[in-house]
């Protein structure tokens, strides 16, 4: 009978060679999460403020995934390494009524502007589809600096 | 006298001093960042590390098996040993950690 203490010290092997699957594996190491641009706290709280007042007469989605100030490039900025300032872009879904939807940007830009911190960026921007003619896209923008 | 030496208790608690350092390291790294941007290049530091803290875990897995199957495979029995591999293998899986952790810590 093979005695426990040999069985036991051939978990402890495969304990430390299993997690070599992972730590070795060019996939998983490709697969790493790149950098990603994360809101701040208080600006995710303007966003919201600012959806929900839309939200009350059109449905739309306010978004921040497209722009480049990730990691490095805050990092950057902190550091003074940047040789030009990126913009701040805010992507609004299809809307319906132009004219509403610029009317709460311009109430917002201020305080958007405020939460983001002017150090990093160059400009804010806002962009937009209407319903009804969506080859056209509307573009706002905002100078920070 | 090479061989007992490897497993002797007091090269265990070395090895375990030596994993605390790089985990409690990478956990300054991650969360005292204002630390380190101090530094003109953090992130080249953080590579160099990075490397560093590769080889320790690889030759971690060449050494722990060595002591597993000198401690477990053996006729003589030691507790003390045989508790101290096996902090000693989770704090392996820590520096495993802190080195994911760097990996995403530089530009490549």
Not at chain 1, 17 to 42: D, H, I, Q, T
Not at chain 1, 121 to 140: A, P, R, W
Not at chain 2, 30 to 57: C, D, G, P, R, W
């Amino acid at each position: 009978m093979i005695p426990l203490r040999k069985i036991l010290g051939v978990l402890l092997i495969i304990g430390v060679l299993f997690p070599m699957l992972l730590f070795l594996n060019p996939f998983a190491w490709g697969m790493r999460r790149a950098p990603e641009y994360v809101r701040s706290e208080r600006l995710e709280k303007v966003l919201e403020e600012m959806n929900n007042e839309i939200n009350k007469s059109e449905d739309i989605e306010i978004e921040t995934y497209n722009n480049t100030p990730n990691l490095w490039y805050l990092r950057d900025c902190q550091n003074d390494k940047l040789d030009s300032l990126e913009n701040f872009e805010i992507q609004f879904s299809k809307v319906k009524n132009d004219s509403f939807i610029k009317e709460k940007i311009k109430k917002y830009a201020p305080l958007i502007g405020e939460e983001i911190g002017c150090k990093c960026y160059d400009s804010l921007i806002f962009k937009f589809e209407l319903k009804e003619n969506e080859m056209q896209q509307s573009v706002i923008g905002f100078k920070i600096k | 006298m090479k061989n007992s030496f490897l497993i002797s208790v007091s090269f265990l608690k070395y090895q375990s001093a030596a994993y605390l350092f790089v985990i409690l390291w990478t956990v300054l790294i991650a969360k005292v960042q204002s630390m380190f941007v101090i530094f003109k290049y953090t992130e080249l530091i953080n590579e160099v590390l990075f490397f560093i803290y590769f080889v320790v875990v690889l030759s971690s897995v060449i050494l722990l098996i060595k002591q597993i199957s000198r401690i477990y495979f053996s006729s003589e029995s030691n507790i003390k040993r045989s508790v101290w591999i096996v902090v000693n293998i989770f704090l392996y899986y820590g520096v495993l950690l802190a080195d994911l952790y760097l990996a995403s810590q530089f530009r490549s």
